[in-house]
C-alpha cells in the first residue's frame, strides 16, 4: 500500500499473542478500539532513511539518509538542502553506509553532533561535528574523530548512537560480520566489536574513559559497557525509566530484545554462545554469567528484529510505557510492556503493510515513528 504525503490511515487494532517469547505464555491487553493507533505519513520520497531524531524543545525532525545525508523535516516540509552531507565519505552498499546520529544534550549552546558511519574502507568511523551559530546547516569541514574501528567484515556495523540520562556516548558495535562470530568477538573482552561502548565525550579529547565503566580498571578493553552482541542495529533508552533496550539481529533461528536497569554495566548478552535463549551451537553451553532477553522471536516470524522506542507522547495515553519494535523482512509492528522483570501485554498492531522497516525514531515530545526502506516516514498516533 503507498500512501500519498501526508495522507492518514486510519486503522483500529488487532490483539495478538506475540510467539515465540521467552515468557512462554505472553498475555495481551484489552485495549478498546477507540485507543487504536494509526500510521500518519509525514515525508516520503527519501532515499534509503535509517534513522529519525530530534532534540529536546525543537520541533524539527532529523533524518538519516544511509547515503550519507542528514535532512530536516520542518513546517511538514522536507527541507531541500541536508542538514549535513558526508556522501564522499561512505558508500551505502547492504549494511554499509551513514548510519545514525545524536546530538549533544547541550547542541543548542554548544552546536556539537556526532554521526556513525562506515568509511569507504569499511571502518566504523564515530566522528563530532559542529552546526552553524542558526543550527541550520552543518559544515563537514568541522569533523572530529571520536573513535576508529575496523571492521573485518561487511555486515554488522550496529550503527546506533546514543547519549545517556547520564552525559555518556552510547556506541553499538556488532560483531564484526560474516555469519558465526568467526572471530569470536562477541565474547572477546579485548575486541570493540560484538559490544556496547560507553564513552566520555567531554572531560578528554578525544573521548575519556568514564570511572564506572566495568573494564576501566583492567579485564577487559576500558571502552566497553556491555558484550556479547551480534549486530545491535538499534537499541534506545525509555526517557521515563532510562532502562535499555537493545534489539540484537539474529541469525538461524531467533532474533531477541534485551532490557537493562539504569547502570547495569558488564552484561553478556550471550553470543555466540547463545542465540536468544537458545545454545548457538547443537551440542549444548554453558549458560552461566549470560544475561538472557526479555523478548524473543523466531524465524517463523520475521528474519531481522528493527528496535524502536518505549512510548511518552501524550497523544496515546493507551499505549504509554509500551516498547514498540518491528521485523525487517514482514514489516509488522508490535509491542509490549516491560514490568521490571518480565515483557508482558504484548500487541500485534494491525496496520497497513509498510514495507521494510529500516528503523523507529523518536521526537522532541517522545511521539514515535516508523521508517522504511521505501523513503516514507510515518508517526504513529491514535486513530480517529
Same mark, same amino acid.
Given at each position: 500500500?503507498?500512501?500519498?504525503?501526508?495522507?492518514?490511515?486510519?486503522?483500529?487494532?488487532?490483539?495478538?499473542?506475540?510467539?515465540? @517469547?521467552?515468557?512462554?505464555?505472553?498475555?495481551?491487553?484489552?485495549?478498546?478500539?477507540?485507543?487504536?493507533?494509526?500510521?500518519?505519513?509525514?515525508?516520503?520520497?527519501?532515499?534509503?532513511?535509517?534513522?529519525?531524531?530530534?532534540?529536546? *524543545?525543537?520541533?524539527?525532525?532529523?533524518?538519516?539518509? %544511509?547515503?550519507?545525508?542528514?535532512? =530536516?523535516?520542518?513546517?511538514?516540509? =522536507?527541507?531541500?538542502?541536508?542538514?549535513?552531507?558526508?556522501?564522499?565519505?561512505?558508500?551505502?552498499?547492504?549494511?554499509?553506509?551513514?548510519?545514525?546520529? =545524536?546530538?549533544?544534550?547541550?547542541?543548542?549552546?554548544?552546536?556539537?553532533?556526532?554521526?556513525?558511519?562506515?568509511?569507504? *574502507? #569499511?571502518?566504523?568511523?564515530?566522528?563530532?561535528?559542529?552546526?552553524?551559530?542558526?543550527?541550520?546547516?552543518?559544515? &563537514?569541514?568541522?569533523?572530529?574523530?571520536?573513535?576508529?574501528? &575496523? $571492521?573485518?567484515?561487511?555486515?554488522?556495523? +550496529?550503527?546506533?548512537?546514543?547519549?545517556?540520562?547520564?552525559?555518556?556516548?552510547?556506541? #553499538?558495535?556488532?560483531?564484526?560480520?560474516?555469519? /558465526?562470530?568467526? $572471530?569470536?568477538? *562477541?565474547?572477546?573482552?579485548?575486541?570493540?566489536? /560484538?559490544?556496547?561502548?560507553?564513552?566520555?565525550?567531554?572531560? %578528554?579529547?578525544?573521548?575519556?574513559? &568514564?570511572?564506572?565503566?566495568?573494564?576501566?580498571?583492567?579485564? !577487559?578493553?576500558?571502552?566497553?559497557?556491555?558484550?556479547?552482541?551480534?549486530?545491535?542495529?538499534?537499541?534506545?533508552?525509555?526517557?521515563?525509566? $532510562?532502562?535499555?533496550?537493545?534489539?540484537?539481529?539474529?541469525?538461524?533461528?531467533?532474533?531477541?530484545?534485551?532490557?537493562?536497569?539504569?547502570?547495569?554495566?558488564?552484561?553478556?548478552?550471550?553470543?555466540?554462545?547463545?542465540? +536468544?535463549?537458545?545454545?548457538?551451537?547443537?551440542?549444548? @553451553?554453558?549458560?552461566? *554469567?549470560?544475561?538472557?532477553?526479555?523478548?524473543?522471536?523466531?524465524?517463523?516470524? /520475521? @528474519?531481522?528484529?528493527?528496535?524502536?522506542? =518505549?512510548?511518552?507522547?501524550?497523544?496515546?495515553?493507551?499505549?504509554?510505557?509500551?516498547?514498540?519494535?518491528?521485523?525487517? @523482512?514482514?514489516?509488522?509492528?508490535?509491542?509490549?510492556?516491560?514490568?521490571?522483570?518480565?515483557?508482558?501485554?504484548?500487541?500485534?498492531?494491525?496496520?497497513?503493510?509498510? !514495507?521494510?522497516?529500516?528503523?523507529?525514531?523518536?521526537?522532541?515530545?517522545?511521539?514515535?515513528?516508523?521508517?522504511?526502506?521505501? +523513503?516514507?516516514?510515518?508517526?504513529?498516533?491514535?486513530?480517529?
Amino acid at each position: 500500500m503507498t500512501l500519498r504525503p501526508t495522507a492518514v490511515v486510519a486503522v483500529f487494532l488487532t490483539l495478538h499473542a506475540a510467539a515465540a @517469547c521467552t515468557d512462554s505464555n505472553p498475555t495481551t491487553v484489552p485495549i478498546p478500539s477507540s485507543d487504536g493507533i494509526a500510521l500518519t505519513q509525514v515525508a516520503g520520497g527519501l532515499a534509503s532513511p535509517v534513522y529519525l531524531t530530534a532534540n529536546m *524543545g525543537d520541533p524539527r525532525l532529523f533524518i538519516v539518509e %544511509q547515503r550519507g545525508t542528514i535532512r =530536516v523535516i520542518e513546517g511538514g516540509q =522536507v527541507l531541500p538542502t541536508p542538514f549535513l552531507d558526508l556522501s564522499s565519505q561512505t558508500e551505502a552498499d547492504g549494511e554499509r553506509g551513514l548510519l545514525s546520529v =545524536v546530538f549533544h544534550p547541550d547542541f543548542a549552546a554548544n552546536g556539537q553532533l556526532f554521526v556513525n558511519y562506515t568509511d569507504n *574502507g #569499511g571502518t566504523t568511523v564515530v566522528e563530532r561535528y559542529q552546526a552553524n551559530a542558526q543550527r541550520t546547516a552543518v559544515d &563537514p569541514g568541522t569533523a572530529f574523530e571520536i573513535i576508529r574501528i &575496523p $571492521q573485518p567484515f561487511a555486515n554488522h556495523n +550496529g550503527g546506533q548512537l546514543q547519549i545517556g540520562a547520564d552525559g555518556m556516548l552510547y556506541i #553499538g558495535m556488532g560483531d564484526g560480520g560474516s555469519g /558465526g562470530d568467526p $572471530q569470536g568477538n *562477541g565474547q572477546n573482552l579485548n575486541s570493540l566489536n /560484538g559490544a556496547l561502548l560507553r564513552l566520555d565525550v567531554d572531560s %578528554q579529547s578525544p573521548y575519556g574513559i &568514564p570511572p564506572d565503566n566495568p573494564y576501566a580498571s583492567g579485564g !577487559g578493553l576500558p571502552e566497553i559497557w556491555a558484550s556479547g552482541l551480534r549486530n545491535p542495529w538499534r537499541f534506545s533508552f525509555d526517557r521515563s525509566t $532510562q532502562d535499555l533496550y537493545i534489539a540484537d539481529v539474529g541469525q538461524n533461528r531467533l532474533e531477541e530484545i534485551n532490557v537493562a536497569a539504569p547502570g547495569a554495566a558488564a552484561l553478556n548478552y550471550g553470543w555466540a554462545v547463545m542465540e +536468544g535463549t537458545e545454545c548457538f551451537e547443537s551440542s549444548g @553451553c554453558d549458560t552461566s *554469567g549470560l544475561t538472557m532477553p526479555v523478548h524473543e522471536y523466531g524465524h517463523n516470524e /520475521g @528474519c531481522s528484529v528493527t528496535g524502536g522506542y =518505549v512510548y511518552r507522547g501524550p497523544s496515546i495515553p493507551a499505549v504509554v510505557g509500551h516498547y514498540f519494535y518491528s521485523d525487517f @523482512c514482514t514489516g509488522w509492528i508490535r509491542s509490549f510492556r516491560y514490568d521490571g522483570q518480565e515483557a508482558t501485554d504484548h500487541v500485534e498492531w494491525d496496520l497497513p503493510d509498510v !514495507g521494510n522497516v529500516t528503523s523507529f525514531g523518536e521526537d522532541s515530545a517522545g511521539e514515535i515513528y516508523v521508517l522504511t526502506s521505501g +523513503g516514507a516516514v510515518y508517526r504513529i498516533d491514535p486513530a480517529s
